[in-house]
């Protein structure tokens, strides 16, 4: 499922705790795909604190606690880890990550707290959502096949990566609008993780992140530029953003686009894609230049690429993006594309 399905789907989940009917949700796929940036966004969004849980690197007591005589008794000292409505808040998230390499022992300590939301006398406030992440047998982490029962206290999703909901994502979190052409001019690169190749670096959505911090650092130092982003991303996506980058020597003038000067379109289909990017990057950041963009969008000989421009500002400024003049003489110059696509 892509990540914006997934998204709304931990949003009405987690809602529905303070309501009582949540289901603890355990989100499946390989490394670097964004299922703790999916969670992370889901608590960004309400505000509410993450507790991150990572049960690879605990013991059975330490979810537990510790038992400790009370008179003739044992009674048992709940983690701090664990929420607690009078120090993290009323609501949250308690997210269970890399579960899936947690031994046998810690998952079965976990079984009550999914389920019944409680360990002994501990109990998880109620306003607090239940997510959990991790990787599949398949994907060469460390890894326990999730126990039959453990496995039926969840819903399960199997969290897929995605160009255009990446892409988004991108433009809010500045990545660099280079970046974005590149992975739009060659979107099988968005993710590319063979297990059986036994890579180290290998581009996903997380390693595309790194790359575009390379870009930042190393631009101005072109000996280490190149492998800087290999280091991110692998020997040949790494070689292959070197290279759309040096192309780019070629850009046009895309202030003077932007003033609405006549500027020619590039004829590279590589360049095209760049001027797209970062047209659209420019017309997030100053709303007042989308007529200017929506002008030139209208010059590509591919209409797709127009669309997905299109596509991208109205997925970060929204109904704004109908009230410009331009937009409607855009729109009609590419209905029969539209109409046809549906």
Not at 15 to 34: I, K, Y
Not at 134 to 153: H, I, K
Not at 187 to 203: K, N, T, V
Not at 301 to 325: C, N, T, W, Y
């Amino acid at each position: 499922m892509r990540p914006a399905q997934l998204s709304t789907i931990l949003d009405r989940e987690f809602l529905s705790a303070r309501e009582g009917h949540h289901t603890p949700v355990m989100l499946w796929g390989p490394p670097g795909v964004g299922k703790s940036q999916i969670v992370s966004q889901i608590a960004e969004r309400h505000a509410v604190p993450v507790i991150d849980v990572r049960l690879s690197q605990m013991e059975p007591s330490d979810l537990r606690g510790i038992p400790f005589r009370v008179e003739n008794r044992v009674e048992w000292a709940a983690p701090s880890l664990l929420p607690d409505e009078d120090r993290h808040g009323k609501y949250g998230i308690l997210f269970l990550d890399e579960i899936t390499s947690s031994p046998p022992s810690v998952s079965a300590a976990a079984y009550q707290l999914i389920l019944d939301r409680r360990l002994g006398d501990y109990f998880v406030p109620s306003g607090w959502a239940i997510f959990a992440a991790g990787n599949r047998q398949g994907d060469r982490g460390v890894t326990y096949a999730m126990p039959s029962p453990l496995a039926n206290r969840f819903s399960h999703f199997e969290v897929e990566a995605n160009l255009d909901d990446w892409v988004v994502w991108a433009f809010e979190h500045g990545i660099d609008e280079r970046l974005v052409g590149f992975l739009r001019y060659k979107p099988e690169r968005l993710f590319d993780f063979d297990p059986s190749r036994h890579p180290i670096a290998f581009p996903s959505p997380r390693s595309w992140e790194f790359a575009s911090r390379a870009l930042k650092k190393f631009e101005d130092l072109p000996e280490l530029l190149l492998p800087a982003l290999q280091s991110c991303v692998g020997a040949s996506a790494g070689l292959e953003l070197h290279a759309f980058v040096r192309n780019l020597e070629r850009m046009p003038d895309l202030e003077a686009i932007l003033a609405g000067e006549e500027v020619p379109l590039p004829e590279d289909i590589d360049i095209q894609y760049a001027v797209a990017s970062s047209l659209v990057g420019r017309a997030i950041r100053n709303q007042e230049k989308i007529g200017a963009v929506l002008d030139y969008a209208d010059k590509f000989p591919l209409r797709e690429m127009g669309i997905m421009m299109v596509f991208d500002i109205h997925k970060a400024v929204g109904q704004r993006l109908f009230s410009v003049p331009q937009f409607s003489k855009w729109a009609n110059a590419v209905a029969d594309t539209m109409l046809y696509q549906r």
